[in-house]
């Protein structure tokens, strides 16, 4: 794709979410695009490999989420995978601090690249189990906010991300249309847990027909110390 042409479709898309583009975020943007299809010909990053769709289905769905994160607030992004939503966010929200986790070191390899390449500050990616990471008293409770999207069932994704956050920070979870089902058997975890659902939201990604939902948990109260459990089981033996 043209840079031109890439320009266009991300302003006109952007546009439909209320966000202006200047041109150096737009510029970042195509690196970030480039270094994706590069590193995607040596390890699996993702499957979606054109252009058009990279745009909409991955940089503009990562968009969506910035409304519900406040001014400079600390961000940790759950199982980022290459960079989602994470490096979108950022890339827009200069004033973030985010932290990419994964538990592949090849994609933190190529987080680091992106990081290097598109001079982002007070950004870090790192190599760990989710599970090990909300442990860790170094990351435990201290985060605004969580993010993560399309990496497991809310149940599951609650006891990933709850923990990471301060007491009264978010947890912002992105789904598909389908959410509904998750939120009803999903309830008592988050409650046990020590977060509330404050809200959800519905909407179409600009000019398309897919559907997508975002889940907002307030954590009202700490997280008891024998969560999130040992690595593997809350994707195995999710709480309910």
Known sequence: MKKEDFEKLMKEYAIELKISLTDEQIEKFYTYMELLLEWNEKINLTAITKPEEIV?????????????ISQGAKVVDVGTGAGFPGIPLKIIRDDLEVTLLD?????????????????????????SRVEEFGKNKNYREKF???????????????EYQIPLVKLDGVCISMKGSDVENELASTENAIILLGGKVERVDQFQLPKSDMNRSVVVIRKCKSTPAKFPRKPGVPSKEPLF
């Open 56 to 68: 909409l289905k991955h940089f503009i769905d990562s968009m969506t989420i910035a409304q519900y």
């Open 103 to 127: 538990s592949l070191n090849k994609r933190v390899n190529f987080l680091n690249e992106v990081i290097d390449r598109l001079q982002l500050t007070n950004m870090s990616a790192v190599h």
């Open 144 to 158: 605004d906010v969580a993010t993560s999207r399309a990496v497991a069932n809310l149940s599951t994704l609650a």
